[in-house]
């Protein structure tokens, strides 16, 4: 069964920095689309970043474009969530999220698309 645990998750003061990784186990298939959605208390649960295996075609969400960058190694089945200049909006429970396609970005972007999920970490930018 795949799993996907995330890690990295914390308190930081704003305008600071923070790495999140997923890492992703049991994984059987060629393709993926990994991604981060983040759900703040009372809100949605909205998109964050998206990569895709191989060709690493990236994604981002207008409120992160900029400021974050997702990268992936492959071979190890990780990818990562680097996260600078936070603000406290960025204040959110952080999930991984994964696919066994290599998704667009109007697709890469929907919550349901997902199949595979993992437990969450929290990110907690304070002003």
């Known amino acids: 069964q795949v799993q996907l645990v995330e890690s990295g998750g914390g308190l930081v003061q704003a305008g600071g920095s923070l790495r999140l990784s997923c890492a992703a186990s049991?994984?059987?298939?060629?393709?993926?689309?990994m991604a981060w959605f983040r759900q703040a208390p009372g809100k949605e649960r909205e998109f964050v970043a998206a990569i895709t295996q191989s060709v690493g075609t990236t994604y981002y969400g207008d409120s992160v474009r900029g400021r974050f960058t997702v990268s992936s190694d492959n071979a190890k089945n990780i990818v990562a969530l680097q996260m600078d200049s936070l603000t406290p909006e960025d204040t959110a429970v952080y999930y991984c999220?994964?696919?066994?396609?290599?998704?667009?970005?109007?697709?890469?972007?929907?919550?349901?698309?997902?199949?595979?999920w993992g437990q969450g970490t929290q990110v907690t930018v304070s002003s």
């Open positions: 049991r994984w059987p298939y060629r393709e993926y689309t």
């Open positions: 999220a994964a696919d066994s396609r290599i998704l667009v970005y109007g697709l890469a972007k929907i919550k349901n698309v997902y199949k595979y």
